[in-house]
Structures are given as structure tokens and as C-alpha cells.
């Protein structure tokens, strides 16, 4: 037994190519592209963070940074292939403004909520990337500090890959303390060194600020 | 803290009246606008691909104390339990009837069914050998096993703590759970053992000693258990 949905019920594409669909024969999820997905309920990421903080502490974010990194080196990989498989494009011929757009689409249709681009900051080597409604946010536990480290891992290896640099995200703003969204610096190793230690006592205009000087 | 979905949201209160929501645009409800998904029973859901089970496997062995397994099992029973606190109150809600006394194969059918839904595979309980103590259940398409490939030894460390979790949960009673055959060992399907602590350590042992999951079956029917 299969079922489809799509993101965008009026979108022509989405309804004569499905982006998601079921199967339940097989226990199966997977998307338009045949890569197979599994759906993470909010008691499973509840869990990721709660025992992981009990088990290993602070340590617990670096190994979900690098969990995002490894998806996102994969996650470019596979944007590489859709957009070569259905538009004949190499993602280093897409402008900005279609890349988001391709980026908007496919975190809309997994439920990783809204993201969008802050290109302010470019020409001093920055790009702030902000996400509403993150899904880790969403479940992390009260604390002190940003916790969407999956999508920080994931951001640094994406487009890291995307420009061929070393790029290093810090997350500067959280749901889960309050923020309007969740902001991401992104930038070169050595120039965001100092913005993770900014992060504790400066606000996300200072800290660029700061880093822009 | 467990949080328990919002009962009052609409998709929630047509779940009260349906009991097979599992095809996938019964289940999920995406909403574009705040690209978010919420399932039949109100809870939020993230879609992810394989690769985000490798990278946590990755980041886990990244810490290099070889505590990575250890730590997917802690991960899993977590979420068992918690799972399991929902479950109790959503199934006697929406069945009107104490899970305690209810059938436990269409008990844990209802329990395991979203679980497809959200693309964790299928899965077959036997609870034959319940007197003796133990039950298997085996797991068809497992999204950590298929993703990992074949590496020669268990990989789903993750369901074995889900199980651990939700059972100790619902039964009140401390028990294990190992994989004993899985689909990363060359095998058709991975099947796991749930039970008391010791019964699971001497399944580890034999396990360690080359037994298949048939022989550790039948040792336990023995009642081979070291005392």
C-alpha cells in the first residue's frame, strides 16, 4: 500500500511527481528521488538530547555537530544529483536566490522548518543563515546556550562543500531561549573562532559586529 | 519531563474516531508555512534521510571510548519510555480500556504501527516463550541495519533500547533487549530478544561465542540460564 504527498498541493511538478511517500508493506518512507527517510517523532529527539547530556555532558554537542556535518556532506551530494537529474544544472551555476529556493522546498517538505539567507554580511565573509519552527529546538531541554547543533554540523558541511572552503557555523540565536528564529553564522575556521566564546555575553548584531571589524 | 501532545488540535480529534491512520496522508499533516509535520497523534516529526543514523553513529564513535553502542541503546531506551508514558494514555483514551487489560498482540500491533508509519520498518512479535520468560520480535527492512550495510555484527542498537525501554515501562519490571540475528550479519531480518536482565547477559555471552539466534532461542527454552 502506498501514499504520496506532496509539499505544495498547487504546485503542477509536486502533483505529477510526488516528494514523499509511504509504503506501508514495508515499513518504508522514502522521497521523489528514491533516498529512503525515516521519520524522527519529537520523543525520539527529546531523547537524543536527554540521554546524551546525561551520558557524556557538553559533549553531547559536538557529537551532534558532527552528526549534522555527515549528513550534510550527504545532503549536498544528493541536492547535487537532483538538480543535475531534473534540470540539467550544476549547483555551482545556480544563483543564490535558486539555490534558497531549492533549499526552502526541501526543508519545508521534511519538517525541518523554514530557512532563509542574510546576504548582509558577504563581502566581510560571512553568511548568516536563520531557521524558524527548528525541530531540535523545538525539543532540546531549557538551557543557557543555542542547542540546534544538527543544523550548525549540517550548515558548516554543506557549504563548505558549496564554496570549496573550510567553513565553520556558529549559532547565535536559539528557540529554545526565547529568539524570534534560530541564527547561524557561517564563515572560515579561524575568523568564527572567537564568536563561539561571543556567544555567551554578546547579542547576534554585536557578535557580528565584533567579527566584521 | 515527558510532554504529552496537544489532545485538542483537530487532526488529534479525528484520531479518536479512526483506528488505522497508518497510510502515509492519514498519518502526517505537513504544514508549508512553518515547515512543519505533525503526526495522526499530534506529535511533531522530522523527516531525515539514512544518513543522519550514520552520522550519529559517526559522531557516537567520534568520541573514541567505544562507548558509541552503548550510547544508541541509552538513546533508545529513553525514548522507549517515554514512549511507552504515551502510549498508556493514548491507547486508553482512544480505547477506553486499561492496557493492562487488554490482548498484548493487539496491544503491542497498535503500539508498533506508527512506528511503520514513520518508516522503521515492519515487525513480528512472537510471545510464545512469555512463560518462559523472554519474547522475540523480529524487524523487517530496519533503517539502521540497511543503512549501515554489512559489517559482520549487530547494528541496531537503537530499536534493541526501544524495546528495553517500552517493555520496562509497560510492565514495571526491569528488562533488556539484544539483537540476536541482524540483517548487518548477512541475515534476512534482524530479531531481537527481550527479557530479564539475566536471561539477555546470557544470550550475550553465547551470542559472543558464535551461537545463532536459533540456538540461543533454544538454549533459553532449555532454561539454560547460568545461576
Partial sequence: ?213 | MVSIPDHSNPHQRKSLKKHHPYGFQDFFEGDPEQGTIVDWHGSRNVLVTEDFIIGLMEGLEGLGDGSATLLMYSIGCEWGQRDAQVFEQRFEQEFDRDVRQTNLLFLLETWWWPFTSQGWGRWEVDIADRQQGFLSINIFDSVVARTMGTVGKPVCFLYAGLFAGFFTELTKRQLSCIEIQCHSMGAAHCTFLLGAPDRISAAASWLRQGATAEEILQRLRREEIPR
Fill in chain 1, 1 to 213: 500500500m502506498t501514499n504520496r504527498i506532496s509539499p505544495d498541493p498547487d504546485s503542477a511538478a509536486a502533483n505529477t511527481q510526488p516528494y514523499i511517500q509511504g509504503d506501508l508493506d514495508l515499513g518504508w518512507l522514502e522521497n521523489h528521488w528514491g533516498d529512503r527517510l525515516v521519520a524522527l517523532p519529537e520523543l525520539l529527539v527529546q531523547s537524543m538530547y536527554s540521554a546524551l547530556g546525561r551520558e557524556i555532558g557538553t559533549a553531547a554537542g559536538v557529537v551532534l555537530f558532527n552528526c549534522g556535518r555527515w549528513w550534510g556532506q550527504s545532503l549536498y551530494t544528493q541536492v547535487c544529483q537532483r538538480l543535475a537529474s531534473s534540470t540539467q544544472t550544476a549547483i555551482a551555476d545556480l544563483s543564490i536566490v535558486e539555490l534558497l529556493l531549492f533549499l526552502q522546498q526541501d526543508w519545508v517538505a521534511h519538517g525541518w522548518g523554514r530557512l532563509d539567507l542574510d546576504q548582509t554580511y558577504q563581502p566581510q565573509g560571512f553568511l548568516v543563515v536563520k531557521i524558524w519552527n527548528s525541530p531540535f529546538a523545538n525539543q532540546a531541554p531549557a538551557g543557557s546556550f543555542p542547542v540546534c547543533y544538527v543544523e550548525a554540523g549540517l550548515l558548516s558541511s554543506f557549504f563548505s562543500q558549496l564554496t570549496g572552503q573550510e567553513l565553520h557555523c556558529v549559532q547565535t540565536t536559539c528557540e529554545s531561549l526565547g529568539a524570534d528564529c534560530n541564527r547561524f553564522i557561517l564563515g572560515s575556521v579561524k575568523r568564527l573562532q572567537s564568536a563561539e566564546t561571543m556567544v555567551m555575553h554578546l547579542d547576534h548584531d554585536a557578535i557580528l559586529q565584533q567579527l566584521c571589524r
